[in-house]
C-alpha cells in the first residue's frame, strides 16, 4: 500500500477497496457443551482454541480493476469477502470501501422461502439499502434478467434450484453497483443464463465497474481478470499479473507439501506478499537442484511400472518458448524434455499419451510407431530427449504418461519406465468465448 494513496482513514479517488494489515480470528470448539462451559465459568477458563483465518492481508484495489482471488479450500477467501461486505469485522487491521457493493456471495441467502420471487427482490434491495420505490422501478430489468415466467409472481419455496439461483442472481447483480463481489457464482443456471452472467458482467468492465472474482475457474481468472491474488494457509501469498498468479496457484496445487519452500510460509511479520522465481534460462539450469517430484506439473497420484532396465527422471515443459510451464494456450507450441538414465545397455523406445480428465486417451504414439530407430545406449548414460506437438485442445485439465521401453518388435515394446498421469498441464482458452465444442480445435472453415 502506497502512502500517497490514503490519506488517514480517509480513500483517494483512486482506490475502491484497501486492506490494510487484515487479521481475522475464530474461536473453535470441540462440542457445544464446551461453549456453554466458557460461557458460564465463573474464572472465565477457556475452552477453546483460536484459529487466525487471515493473518495480515493488505492490498489495494484501484477503481475499475477485475481482480481474481484464487487460493485452495479453506485459505480464506471467502471470510475476506465477507468482511470487504461488512458481513463480519476483522480482529485485526482495517478495510474501507468507496462506492455501493453487491455481493454475489451465498446466493439466495435471506429469501425468505413463503414470499414471491418478487416480494424477495423487494426485501433483498432493502437489505442494500435501497427503498420500496428504487426496486419496483428496476423490477422489469430484474423479471427478465431472471426469466422465470409466472413463477416470478409464486412462492419462491415452489422454485426448482435453478429458477432459485436465477432470481437470486438477478436481484443481486441489477442495483447498478459500483463494486461487485462474486464468490463462486458464476456457474449457476443452464448455459444460456450463465452467457447472460458473463454478458452483464463484461458490461460492468466496459463501464469501469470494480469486480473482486473469486473462483476456482482459472479460465476465468486467465480471460476477465486485470491482476490476481493468491491467498495459501490465512496468508496472502502472491499478487500480480493473472498467468504468473495462476502458475503458482497451480503449481501449488499439484505439487508434493514437502517441495514447497518453507520460506513460503514463514510466520514473520514481514512476510514477503510476492514471492517470485527466476525463469530458467536454458533446460539445463531448469534440470539442476530440482526432480520431477518437485515440479508443479507433477502428479503425485501417478502410477508406475517397468523393469527400470531405463529410468524416467525428470521432465520439464517448454510451451511456446517459456521454460517450467505449468498452464498453456490452446495450439500452443509444447516442447517435453524427458531425462532418462540407463542401467542396462537397450535400444530404447520413447513413448506419451496425453489424457482428459475423464481419462479419454486424446492422442498417444511411440517412437516404434512413428518408424523412428533410436540407437543403443549404455548402461550408465543419461540423454534428455525432445517430444515436440502442439496442443489444439478445448480449455481444460489433461494428464500425460510418458514411457521407455526396450525395443522387442512389438508396439509398446518391453516396459522399462512407464509412468502414467506423471504430469497434469492445463489448458487456457486464447479468447474469453470459445469457438468450438468438443476436445480438440480442428481448425475448421466455412465456405459458401
Not at 230 to 245: A, C, F, K, T, Y
Not at 330 to 343: A, N, Q
Not at 382 to 396: C, D, R, V, W, Y
Request: overall charge negative; hydrophobic content about 40%; aromatic content about 8%.
Amino acid at each position: 500500500m502506497s502512502s500517497n494513496e490514503i490519506v488517514g482513514s480517509r480513500l483517494s479517488e483512486k482506490i475502491a477497496v484497501s486492506v490494510r494489515n487484515v487479521s481475522k480470528k475464530f474461536r473453535l470448539f470441540d462440542n457445544h457443551g464446551d461453549r456453554l462451559k466458557e460461557a458460564l465459568h465463573p474464572f472465565r477458563k477457556t475452552y477453546h482454541r483460536d484459529f487466525w483465518a487471515l493473518n495480515e492481508i493488505g492490498f489495494d484495489i484501484r477503481k475499475g480493476e477485475i481482480v481474481g482471488i484464487l487460493g485452495r479450500n479453506g485459505s480464506g477467501k471467502s471470510t475476506l469477502l465477507q468482511m470487504i461486505c461488512g458481513v463480519m469485522r476483522p480482529t485485526r487491521g482495517e478495510i474501507e470501501t468507496k462506492g455501493r457493493i453487491s455481493a454475489l456471495l451465498e446466493l439466495g441467502a435471506g429469501f425468505n422461502p413463503e414470499f414471491t420471487g418478487r416480494a424477495n427482490v423487494i426485501l433483498n434491495g432493502a437489505i442494500m439499502g435501497f427503498s420500496a420505490d428504487e426496486m419496483k422501478l428496476r423490477m422489469p430489468e430484474i423479471e427478465a434478467f431472471a426469466d422465470v415466467g409466472d413463477f416470478f409472481d409464486q412462492p419462491v419455496k415452489t422454485y426448482s434450484s435453478g429458477m432459485f439461483v436465477r432470481v437470486a442472481f438477478a436481484a443481486a447483480i441489477n442495483i447498478d453497483p459500483e463494486i461487485l463481489i462474486v464468490d463462486e457464482a458464476l456457474s449457476v443456471g443452464d448455459a444460456k443464463f450463465q452467457h447472460k452472467c458473463y454478458n452483464k458482467i463484461e458490461g460492468f468492465r466496459t463501464a469501469g465497474k470494480t469486480i473482486l472474482l473469486v473462483t476456482h475457474d482459472i479460465g476465468q481468472i486467465t480471460a476477465h481478470c486485470d491482476r490476481a491474488i493468491l491467498l495459501d494457509r490465512s496468508r496472502l501469498l502472491m499478487d500480480g499479473p493473472p498467468r504468473e498468479v495462476v502458475d503458482k496457484y497451480i503449481e501449488m496445487l499439484f505439487a508434493d507439501e514437502a517441495a514447497l519452500q518453507p520460506a513460503e510460509y514463514e510466520t514473520s511479520a514481514q512476510f514477503e506478499t510476492h514471492i517470485s522465481y527466476p525463469a530458467p534460462r536454458t533446460i539445463d539450469d531448469a534440470m539442476s537442484g530440482m526432480r520431477l517430484e518437485q515440479r508443479g506439473v507433477y502428479c503425485k497420484d501417478e502410477s508406475r511400472y517397468g523393469n527400470l532396465d531405463a529410468e524416467i527422471v525428470d521432465c520439464v515443459v517448454e510451451a511456446d518458448g517459456k521454460i517450467g510451464a505449468v498452464q498453456i494456450t490452446t495450439g500452443s507450441e509444447i516442447t517435453l524434455h524427458v531425462k532418462v538414465r540407463f542401467h542396462k545397455a537397450i535400444q530404447p523406445l520413447y513413448g506419451f499419451a496425453v489424457k482428459s480428465l475423464a481419462g479419454i486417451e486424446v492422442f498417444a504414439t511411440n517412437t516404434f510407431m512413428r518408424k523412428q530407430v533410436m540407437s543403443t545406449v549404455p548402461p550408465g548414460e543419461e540423454k534428455t530427449i525432445k517430444i515436440a506437438f502442439h496442443m489444439p485442445l478445448q480449455s481444460g485439465d489433461y494428464f500425460f504418461d510418458i514411457g521407455v521401453a526396450a525395443v522387442d518388435g512389438t508396439d509398446g515394446g518391453l516396459a522399462a519406465d512407464v509412468r502414467r498421469s506423471v504430469m497434469m498441464l492445463r489448458v487456457a482458452p486464447k479468447q474469453t468465448k470459445s469457438t468450438h465444442n468438443g476436445l480438440v480445435d480442428l481448425s475448421a472453415k466455412f465456405d459458401g
